[in-house]
């Protein structure tokens, strides 16, 4: 318990010292855009504003994703505004009076500010939504999530609709696929707990026009004022797809396609990936009637992707010798104490913060990786090879390389972890050729899927046949019940998820020759 104490007042410490920002907890995802057209009596320009009181140092509500996705609304806004067109603002410290929206004297310390408007699509196509800075966190959605487009009620559990949220510095961005002359929901909420506050978006058109001003995109309306009000998703609502896949270059341009009477396609040259380097991306947004017979096979994926993942990658791979790699199928898995308060809510301390803890136990030939422990105090369990109480929690990590027999867009997704998992793909940042015990320092933000508190998330990477892909995945485990559900699906749809040995390989060493980048 004393233990316990002192890492939440290490955790406060920490953040009056800084920014939250440390915690790199990144939602991105790309998303066929969910609108309205109506006919309204009058409109005004620009977002309607609303600021709410946030609890002193509270990182319970701003870590908690229903919270910030709808629970802050429930209080009382201590002001309002409208007629906000550019809603970005940067204040190096917070406290006091400041000037914004037109309003005066306002503590930007310990606030929620929502912004709540209809975007206007200027033209058909895919559009790119950045925040370049949040301090100390922000979460924007567009189409689906933001609120009832006809009725503008609130809506509940909206985070798995969220398009971007950050709680961390820098810039990330992801896209939505919007067509011309339609409303699209659009809400932002943001968070400053301490200290400095600034949140500034924006979004890039097909045409490449970056819009900071939003007098000429965005509008707002009583809803006593709408006349006529009739959804404007493209088609019949029905099996919708949205499919990206990167490359290196133009001519290893990889595209998923599914034959349709409707495709748009645009390919963007200056996506910057996880890795830090420049991708070819293809977007293809369409409509589609999956087979029945593919539906009914759980072997195959129906659609090959229903909807992209939160990063584009080109993956960094390793040659290595065929013949010494398959004499080691499956994963290497090395199980840590866990000794933390609230470790398992910051995505840094599944990156590398948890190989400080005590050493408990290693496994080879982890095969399959998915589990469930119903854990009960003082009863031993056996996780991947480790023999411990698994109710006091506790911190697994599986390494190998995947083997890639097709070149292609691939499909990870954590379908279910219990408390949390982290999944990195690639040599920059799961760990480097050869080397599976050199964890890259702060890995964070290099990380394809990151799942808290038993969420679904999905990453996609593009691999080279040929090539081995180092892998990293880390489960933390809090307390109590412990759980891992893990999937992948190929480029040609096959559907991994109880048996990997055809598809990951890992090995103690390897002799001198047999492993290069």
Not at 9 to 26: E, F, K, N
Not at 111 to 118: D, M, P
Request: charged content about 15%; proline content about 3%.
């Amino acid at each position: 318990m004393f233990k316990n104490i002192i890492s939440l007042a290490s955790i406060t410490l920490a953040l009056i010292g800084g920014s939250y920002a440390d915690d790199r907890d990144v939602y991105r995802t790309t998303a066929l855009g969910t609108g309205v057209q109506a006919s309204v009596a009058s409109s005004s320009v620009g977002f309607n504003a609303r600021f709410f009181n946030y609890p002193a140092g509270d990182l319970i509500r701003f870590n908690k994703n229903s919270w910030v996705a709808d629970s802050y609304s429930a209080g009382q806004p201590r002001t309002t505004t409208n007629s906000v067109t550019v809603p970005s603002f940067s204040f190096e410290n917070g406290i006091g009076g400041k000037s914004i929206y037109n309003m005066y004297n306002i503590n930007m310390w310990n606030v929620v500010v929502e912004l709540k408007g209809y975007f206007k699509a200027p033209e058909t196509g895919l559009y790119t939504v950045t925040i370049n800075e949040a301090n100390d966190g922000a979460w924007i959605w567009l189409g689906a999530g933001a609120f009832d487009a006809c009725s503008q009620e609130s809506l509940d559990n909206t985070y798995d609709q969220l398009l971007l949220g950050v709680r961390c510095d820098g810039a990330y961005s992801s896209f939505v696929y919007l067509e011309e002359g339609n409303l699209y929901p659009m809400r932002t909420t943001y968070i400053n707990i301490y200290f400095g506050a600034q949140f500034q978006f924006e979004v890039i058109t097909p045409s490449g026009d970056i819009i900071t001003d939003f007098s000429d995109t965005v509008v707002n309306f009583d809803s006593n004022q709408i006349e006529s009000c009739v959804s404007a998703v493209y088609g019949d609502n029905s099996n919708k797809a949205v499919v990206a896949s990167a490359a290196a270059s133009n001519d290893d341009l990889s595209t998923t396609t599914i034959t349709n009477s409707f495709a748009a396609t645009t390919t963007m040259v200056t996506v910057q990936t996880s890795n830090g380097v420049t991708s070819t991306v293809s977007v293809v947004v369409e409509q589609e009637s999956a087979d029945a017979q593919a539906l009914a096979n759980p072997e195959k994926a129906a659609a090959t992707a229903t909807i992209t993942g939160r990063t584009l990658d080109n993956a960094y791979g390793c040659s290595i010798n065929t013949a010494a790699a398959t004499a080691w199928p499956g994963f290497h898995a090395s199980v840590y104490n866990y000794d933390e308060c609230f470790g398992f809510l910051e995505s840094t301390y599944y990156a590398n913060d948890y190989t400080t803890e005590s050493l408990m136990g290693t496994g080879a030939n982890i095969t399959a990786p998915n589990f469930s422990v119903k854990a009960w105090l003082g009863n031993t369990d056996t996780i991947y090879g480790a023999h411990l109480d698994s109710w006091k929690g506790y911190v697994a990590q599986l390494t190998g390389y995947i083997k890639a027999e097709e070149s292609g867009l691939y499909e990870f997704s954590i379908d279910y972890s219990d408390d949390g998992s982290m999944v990195w793909i690639g040599t920059n940042d799961a760990f480097a050729c050869c080397e599976p015990d050199s964890i890259p320092f702060d890995s964070a933000s290099g990380a394809l899927i990151f799942a808290k508190d038993q969420e679904k998330r999905t990453g996609y990477v593009h691999l080279n046949a040929g090539s081995y892909y180092p892998i990293r995945v880390v489960l933390v485990n809090w307390y109590g019940d412990s759980v891992m559900e893990m999937s992948m699906i190929t480029p040609s749809g096959d559907y991994i998820k109880d048996d990997w040995s055809d598809f990951v390989v890992s090995f103690p060493e390897l002799e001198n020759g047999s492993c290069s980048a």
